[in-house]
């Protein structure tokens, strides 16, 4: 008997704001929209062939189903039969057809692992792919060996526990000095516990079905210079645990982050404000259970169900306003995660999610994302360019350089929109500007009014070079890019021309 995938696992790396690779899309003919494919879904027509049978598949049968009338293709272990699917791809036949007859998994990381594949392709599943016959215990492949000791990551952490009539604390050893309170996430639901560490590009989990219960509250400690974290759980009941607790599902595994599943909470709406005629502040409050804290320049999916389907989009978030970064906080655990988002009247997701009412509640992921932070220390020069909505992710980039980088110089943000309406926190820039003589903004339209004095067009070599001035030869710069993939493509193309390296640059590319 075949399991079918019950989860949806999006995964790491992608948009509202991502990393390098963005990916083009082409135009779909009539009748082909995403609303059009999950119509068919539910038609009831037979989109695998099999007549509703579930099948193993060997290597030697998916190489056969090649071609576009008759496509398979292996994403994480199982097959699907991609050709119904063809005419509605937003990245084109073409692209599919890359990975037909094989297995597509990397492929399909590397250019759009957020999409909700497991829900969209289910009525397509063939089955699953044979396993292999088992090599004698101990032995690896030649190859395998090799890419064992070549991809050979930081030590693999431990845990222990502890407790006291009222207290279990548990202990995350990561044997790293650069741990902080946004490496860990941790959820607590029913009787079960997760604590996730990221530790470089790996994943440490302790996932157990915890003995006794807890209360909803817990606390989390980091001990930077050593690497330790406390995860400190307050019992309902002032009783001896004979054990923590059963194990759950990769409970103990150290992997590489991309190799795992996005898991999810649920979290409520609390606010929803305008910000311009077509973007709005969305407030979601993350439950009481939860500990999550997202780091600069990563971004999170939010997951709704429409239509039967649940669609996942990545967005990146941001604080409550360009200031509120700069004031002490009032609690270590900020409750609150933030979303400058446009709503697209046409659009599938984001007339669903402006719908919404107060109270209402929508899935948020851990986060992901290949920003590193490190990048800014040391920092002379940070220049930002942003088109659109592309500015959401350079706000805590903005805001944490300005406050937490004690060598830099100057931030200049040159901001890309189509008219003076569609400028986010105009006055909130104008006023940072102000404030600190390190910050400067300049505001640049492709439709501006007659009325416009500023900046006119699009991004150009001319406005680059005149924008992006160096302190000096030696001095250390970072050119942070976003906005839609033709202004991304565009820009790196011409930052390259300017000679700006490859270290020098960090694009969030759709």
Known sequence: MLNVPSQSFPGPSSQQRVASGGRSKVPLKQGRSLMDWIRLTKSGKDLTGLKGRLIEVTEEE????????????????????????MEYHPGGEDELMRAAGSDGTDLFDQVHRWVNYESMLKECLVGRMAMKPALPKGMLPQSQVTDTLAKEGPSSP?????????????VIYTKQKDINLDSVIVDHRDDSFRAETVIKDYSYLVHVALSHEIQEDFSVLVVENVGKIEIVLKKKENTSWKCLGHPQENHNSFIPKKDTGLFYRKCQLVSKEDVTHDTKLFCLMLPPSTHLEVPVGQHVYLRLPITGTEIVKP?????????????????????????????????????????????????????????????LQELEDLFLLAAGTGFTPMVKVLNYALTNIPSLRKVKLMFF?????DIIWRSQLEKLAFKDKRFEVEFVLSAPTSEWSGKQGYISPALLSEFLKRRSDTSKVLICLCGPTPFTEQGMKMLHDLNFSKDEIHSFTA
């Open 158 to 170: 431990s845990y222990d526990w502890f407790q006291t009539d009222s207290l279990v604390t548990i």
């Open 62 to 85: 998916l190489k056969k189903h090649n071609k576009k009338d008759d496509c398979w293709i292996c994403i994480r272990g199982f097959v699907y039969n991609v050709s119904p699917y």
């Open 315 to 375: 967005y990146t978030p941001v604080c409550d306003s360009l200031f509120s970064e700069f004031k002490e906080p009032v609690l270590p655990n900020n409750i609150y995660i933030y979303f400058l988002i446009k709503i697209y009247p046409a659009g599938f997701f984001t007339p669903e999610l402006d719908q919404l009412q107060i109270g209402d509640y929508v899935s948020v992921s851990n986060p992901e994302g290949n920003f590193i932070i490190s990048q």
């Open 417 to 421: 929109n189509k008219t003076e309406d």
